[in-house]
């Protein structure tokens, strides 16, 4: 079966579907596996369930952009509407069957009402930022309206390769019974440096739902202590999402050195002990950062790196794989699907980079218009004095 021969398939069928991407090898599979088959008999009325084979339709899965199992789909009039790789929690899966059994858009999870509030606030505060100059006003205005039109409006990014391949990555992984790991940096939580730190906390959720059902889950590692107490937080919330807070382990989350080269030192033989085939470099690193890369790349794992510094990220281009380059980093949770308010914020910074533009163009439009009247009328000027003097030599001649 190929991409076409699906969505017919799935125009043709009278109900909301659920698709399931499975394989007979993939552990996490055989965990959800009971939990889909029993949501689909108590919602088989309504809801249809369709199990597809990974390994049976190869084709079908690339053109499809499936890259990690399980994969669930949701369909709705022939249309993809939801997907989430990796496993899930019971009551993420009884929400989008729930959804699909009412005829609710699984990807509108607020209500009219609050759709309503949220356009009337951001307008409101648009509206105020441009009448008071109040501009830093404006991108919250901004934020608060794409949010509010998120689902309404599909996002349509341009492609990054260590994103796209992120998934597979992981799923390899946890297949293999392989580590991944996630480090944060040498950075710290609160000084200037702490943004990637942050961008790599939001990428651990997308990552701990991938993983957090294998034996060997995501580990995250970083040279600050409030850093690994963040991250230990973060592991806490998203295995209590997924109603599997008894698999979570606070040593998934490490703090390994207190220094930037102690940290490589540190962090080297434990990509080799833990036998890592995923090596993701999310946060502030210097030239240790390079080295980290490298001993990802030396033990052949995928290695996806990003960071704030210039010179930084010139060394992670040379060292990994998959390199983030300037603020890719920072739009991880846009690229992972992780909330609507990262792909939102996206939105506002393209919106004020085309604002500052069109302002730009029509300044200078309307500055050569203005130096043009300028020349005109001291042309006329020029012209009216000449024909004065003209007619003057004419008087005093006669």
Same mark, same amino acid.
């Given at each position: 079966?190929?991409?076409?021969?699906?969505?017919?398939?799935?125009?043709?069928?009278?109900?909301p579907?659920?698709?399931?991407?499975?394989?007979?090898?993939?552990?996490?599979?055989?965990?959800?596996?009971?939990?889909?088959?029993?949501?689909?008999?108590e919602?088989?009325?309504?809801?249809?369930f369709?199990p597809?084979?990974?390994?049976?339709? /190869?084709?079908? $899965?690339?053109?499809?952009?499936?890259?990690?199992?399980?994969?669930?789909?949701?369909?709705?009039?022939?249309?993809v509407?939801?997907?989430?790789?990796?496993?899930?929690?019971?009551?993420?899966?009884?929400?989008?069957?729930?959804?699909?059994?009412?005829?609710?858009?699984? /990807?509108? *999870?607020?209500? *009219?009402?609050?759709?309503?509030?949220?356009?009337?606030i951001? %307008?409101?505060?648009?509206?105020f930022?441009? /009448?008071?100059? %109040?501009?830093?006003?404006?991108?919250?205005?901004?934020?608060?309206?794409?949010?509010?039109?998120?689902?309404?409006?599909? #996002?349509?990014?341009? *492609? $990054?390769?260590?994103?796209?391949?992120?998934?597979?990555?992981?799923?390899?992984?946890?297949?293999?019974g392989?580590?991944?790991h996630?480090?944060?940096? %040498?950075? +710290?939580?609160?000084?200037?440096? +702490?943004?990637?730190?942050?961008?790599?906390?939001?990428?651990?959720?997308?990552?701990?739902?991938?993983?957090?059902?294998?034996?060997?889950?995501?580990?995250? %590692? +970083?040279a600050?202590?409030?850093?690994?107490?963040?991250?230990?937080?973060?592991?806490?919330? +998203?295995?209590?999402?997924?109603?599997?807070?008894?698999?979570?382990?606070?040593?998934?989350?490490?703090?390994?050195?207190?220094?930037?080269?102690?940290?490589?030192?540190?962090?080297?033989?434990?990509?080799?002990?833990?036998?890592?085939?995923?090596?993701?470099?999310? &946060?502030?690193?210097?030239?240790?950062?390079?080295?980290?890369?490298?001993?990802?790349?030396?033990?052949?794992a995928?290695?996806?790196?990003?960071?704030?510094?210039?010179?930084?990220?010139?060394?992670?281009?040379?060292?990994?794989?998959? *390199?983030?380059? &300037?603020?890719?980093?920072?739009? #991880?949770?846009?690229?992972?699907?992780?909330?609507?308010?990262?792909?939102?914020?996206?939105?506002?910074?393209?919106?004020i980079?085309?604002?500052?533009?069109v302002?730009?163009?029509?300044?200078?439009?309307?500055?050569?218009? &203005?130096s043009?009247?300028?020349?005109?009328?001291?042309?006329?000027?020029?012209?009216?004095?000449?024909?004065?003097?003209?007619d003057?030599s004419?008087?005093?001649?006669?």
């Amino acid at each position: 079966m190929d991409k076409i021969q699906f969505l017919e398939k799935a125009k043709a069928s009278r109900k909301p579907i659920v698709v399931d991407f499975w394989a007979p090898w993939c552990a996490p599979c055989r965990m959800t596996k009971p939990i889909l088959e029993k949501l689909a008999r108590e919602f088989q009325e309504k809801v249809d369930f369709w199990p597809i084979n990974s390994d049976e339709n /190869q084709e079908l $899965i690339q053109e499809l952009k499936v890259y990690g199992i399980p994969t669930v789909l949701l369909i709705q009039n022939g249309e993809v509407t939801g997907r989430y790789t990796g496993a899930q929690g019971k009551d993420t899966y009884r929400m989008m069957f729930q959804a699909l059994a009412n005829g609710d858009n699984i /990807q509108i *999870p607020i209500s *009219p009402v609050d759709r309503f509030l949220r356009l009337g606030i951001g %307008t409101a505060t648009v509206f105020f930022a441009l /009448q008071s100059s %109040t501009w830093w006003l404006l991108p919250l205005g901004l934020l608060i309206l794409f949010i509010a039109m998120d689902q309404r409006w599909t #996002a349509a990014f341009r *492609p $990054i390769r260590g994103y796209e391949e992120l998934g597979t990555a992981i799923e390899r992984a946890v297949e293999a019974g392989e580590r991944v790991h996630l480090s944060l940096g %040498t950075g +710290s939580a609160s000084g200037g440096d +702490s943004a990637p730190a942050y961008a790599g906390l939001v990428m651990l959720r997308r990552i701990s739902a991938s993983t957090m059902m294998s034996d060997r889950r995501v580990v995250v %590692t +970083s040279a600050d202590g409030a850093l690994s107490i963040l991250s230990q937080d973060s592991l806490r919330s +998203s295995f209590k999402r997924a109603g599997v807070q008894e698999r979570y382990n606070p040593n998934l989350g490490m703090f390994l050195a207190p220094t930037p080269y102690s940290y490589f030192a540190t962090v080297s033989p434990f990509l080799k002990n833990e036998s890592v085939s995923t090596n993701v470099l999310a &946060g502030s690193f210097g030239a240790e950062g390079a080295l980290a890369a490298d001993a990802g790349y030396r033990q052949r794992a995928f290695v996806l790196a990003g960071t704030e510094d210039v010179q930084s990220q010139a060394l992670l281009y040379a060292a990994a794989e998959n *390199p983030l380059i &300037g603020e890719e980093v920072f739009a #991880a949770g846009a690229y992972l699907n992780v909330g609507a308010a990262h792909r939102a914020s996206l939105r506002v910074q393209d919106a004020i980079r085309i604002g500052v533009v069109v302002v730009i163009i029509v300044g200078s439009v309307l500055k050569g218009m &203005g130096s043009s009247c300028c020349v005109m009328v001291a042309s006329a000027r020029e012209w009216r004095s000449w024909q004065g003097n003209l007619d003057t030599s004419s008087n005093v001649s006669r």
